[in-house]
């Protein structure tokens, strides 16, 4: 099945969790334009739901979908957040941000009661890190000391470009892609490059998804961080 098919089919089956009256936050990426393309349509059947996007691309979709776009400061409590990601490893961490949108993706993570994740089947991964460089969102200010001593941490640094100049995030700042080659312990690599003076936040998500959904031929794979064992006991229809 192509990657385009497997997206469709993830992004889709995730408006299942979606409940009338949620605020729900909208990732940025193509996997997730089926997702806010499939819940556009319940919202203009009469389904109610605030959308809170990660991005300005994302707001834009969402606006042109016919969801009712919110912020984080009216909805500072997010009933889910689905998203995607450009690697997933067996312990459900992730790595973001080739998209661009790291900084605000990790923050409506985080303030979401549940954190959902679609992908192809593509980027599921033994080893975080393996295919894909980690972002790291920089402030311009002295960004080329930063990318020295992200150096430091034994990657392979280069500056994002948009053309012949630097990529510009929606908050104003660069991105480094750090090449790490393979990543043992995610977890300490995220608090350590966020330690680094002027790393603003990096595309390392340890901990964070409670539920991948995969899209493949005949319909969806579903990985459940073990955490969520007890719920999925009781009887969720989403449990892996």
């Not at 099945?1 to 605020?23: P, Q, S, T, Y």
């Not at 960004?143 to 020295?148: D, N, P, S, V």
């Not at 340890?206 to 539920?211: E, I, K, Q, T, V």
């Amino acid at each position: 099945m192509a990657a385009e098919d497997e997206k469709r089919i993830a992004g889709e089956a995730a408006v299942a969790l979606v409940k009338d009256g949620m605020a729900v936050g909208l990732g940025t990426g193509s996997t997730v334009r089926y997702f806010i393309q499939r819940l556009g349509q319940l919202a203009r059947e009469g389904m109610s739901v605030i959308g809170v996007p990660t991005s300005m691309q994302t707001e834009r979709l969402a606006a042109q979908a016919g969801i009712k776009v919110g912020t984080l400061q009216d909805h500072p409590e997010l009933d889910l957040t689905v998203d995607g990601a450009d690697e997933v490893d067996p312990k459900l961490d992730l790595i973001k941000g080739l998209g661009g949108a790291l900084f605000r993706e990790k923050i409506v993570a985080k303030a979401s009661k549940r954190f959902v994740v679609v992908v192809d089947s593509s980027k599921v991964v033994r080893n975080l890190g393996e295919k894909t460089p980690v972002p790291v969102e920089v402030h311009v200010f002295g960004w080329k000391a930063t990318l020295g001593w992200l150096s430091d941490l034994g990657c392979k640094p280069s500056l994002r470009k948009s053309g012949m100049n630097p990529y510009m995030t929606d908050n104003g700042n660069f991105i480094v892609d750090c090449a790490f080659g393979g990543i043992p312990d995610p977890a300490a690599l995220e608090e350590n490059i966020n330690n680094i003076p002027g790393a603003v936040q990096n595309g390392i998500f340890a901990g964070m998804a409670d539920l991948v959904i995969v899209g493949k031929a005949g319909g969806v794979k579903r990985l459940e961080r073990a955490k969520r064992a007890v719920s999925a006991a009781s009887g969720s229809p989403l449990s892996a």
